[in-house]
């Protein structure tokens, strides 16, 4: 008799203990929103953070590279390619906040062309038509071609947009999603102005770009060099970097600089490939080695921040005044000496490269799928 009474009371216990269990583990989770201008290989940031047991919401879209539209069909493609359809692809905004075509190439006339012009670069047919993703003409235009990935078959959400996901992620998991920028900042300065807890509710905030002291190499070193030292993904929108960069998150790391650090090779491609699967064969075909893995060793600051080697807190500001050579180009101060209205941000200046190249190579050859993500 007193067994018969006790199970409920044991079933009882045991829930509340399984349930108490599940709502810590969920408190200590770490969520992320990654927003990138995606495309054929832009997957290994996501499978870094996935390969780190990192649950990504879902995937944003931006106009940095290309124009979005065709960034968001590239993220859906290669999540289709690797069975990963279950992460959401939410489109951004397409036009940065005032920045135009026009109004870059006017300014480049006056301050000197950007060897990289992302998306503002002149329309090309003849390179679209070769696989090279559109700039500048009709935002909205798909090229077909530039899927070496294959062509999606789904589409992104249009439930609602980037900046109105972020919004609601964070209040959903207040102190645990971290905010990846990779490409533009606009879809970020649109959720800090929505909504004014948006910063201060994120884990943190985390971007690759924000160059600092490059100007000397840029005007001597190769066109290669002066690219790898042009801050794109700032000065393609940079009322809009300014904005996110002086939000209220409660962390903010810039893989600046640090991100040239680490360069691919073609034996490092080659051992990738050595374990066959969708990702590391797109890797092996298509991963240019004339490029540093930038967007990936801030995806890995992200994962493990204790890969940082060497960095130091400054205060950051967005040069914002069209009519000077540094527009969109950030400048760096110590607290003494810095303006009202900037913050301190963490300036990662070098990573330990071993581990970041066994972060990446160990995601790309066991990706993470929708399966291992249930």
């Known amino acids: 008799m007193h067994w018969s009474t006790s199970v409920p009371l044991l079933c009882s216990s045991m829930l509340t203990f399984v349930t108490g269990s599940l709502a810590l583990e969920r408190a200590d989770k770490h969520y992320a929103v990654m927003d990138n201008d995606w495309y054929t290989v832009g997957f290994v940031p996501y499978l870094v953070a996935l390969d780190g047991d990192v649950e990504i919401l879902g995937l944003a879209s931006d106009t940095a590279n290309s124009w979005q539209p065709q960034g968001a069909l590239h993220a859906v493609a290669t999540l289709e390619a690797g069975n990963l359809s279950c992460i959401p692809v939410y489109p951004g905004a397409t036009w940065p906040l005032i920045n135009t075509p026009h109004r870059f190439h006017a300014w480049e006339m006056i301050h000197g062309k950007l060897p990289w012009q992302g998306a503002f670069a002149p329309e090309n047919k003849t390179l679209e038509a070769e696989g090279n993703d ?24 249009n439930s609602t947009s980037a900046a109105n996901f972020m919004v609601e992620m964070v209040h959903k998991y207040p102190g645990q999603v971290s905010i990846y920028s990779a490409g533009a900042l606009t879809n970020v300065a649109l959720a800090v102005r929505m909504d004014p807890q948006f910063a201060s509710l994120a884990k943190d905030l985390v971007i690759m770009g924000g160059y600092v002291d490059l ?26 970097s300014k904005i996110a960069l002086t939000a209220d998150f409660p962390n903010i790391t810039i893989a600046g600089n640090v991100a040239n ?17 969708p990702y590391s064969e797109l890797f092996y075909k298509y991963y240019d080695l004339s490029f540093p893995f930038w967007d990936e060793t801030a995806a890995a600051l992200m994962v493990d921040p204790s890969i940082s080697v060497n960095q130091t807190s400054v205060y950051l500001d967005v040069d914002t005044s069209y009519g000077s050579p540094n527009y969109g180009n950030i400048h760096v101060y110590q607290k003494a000496l810095a303006p009202q209205g900037i913050r301190e941000v ?27 993500l249930e």
């Open 261 to 277: 650090q680490v360069m691919p090779t073609k034996e490092f491609l080659e051992e990738v490939h050595s374990v066959p699967n």
């Open 215 to 240: 100007n000397m190499l840029q005007a001597t070193g190769s066109i290669m060099l002066a690219n790898h030292g042009s801050d794109i993904n700032l000065m393609i929108d940079p009322e809009a």
């Open 346 to 372: 963490n300036y990662v200046f070098e990573v330990d490269a071993e581990r970041l190249m066994s972060r990446i190579k160990h995601a790309l050859q066991y990706p993470k799928s929708c399966a291992d």
């Open 134 to 157: 559109p700039t500048s003409g009709d935002p909205n235009r798909i090229v077909k071609e530039a899927f070496k990935e294959g062509f999606p078959k789904g589409r992104p959400e």
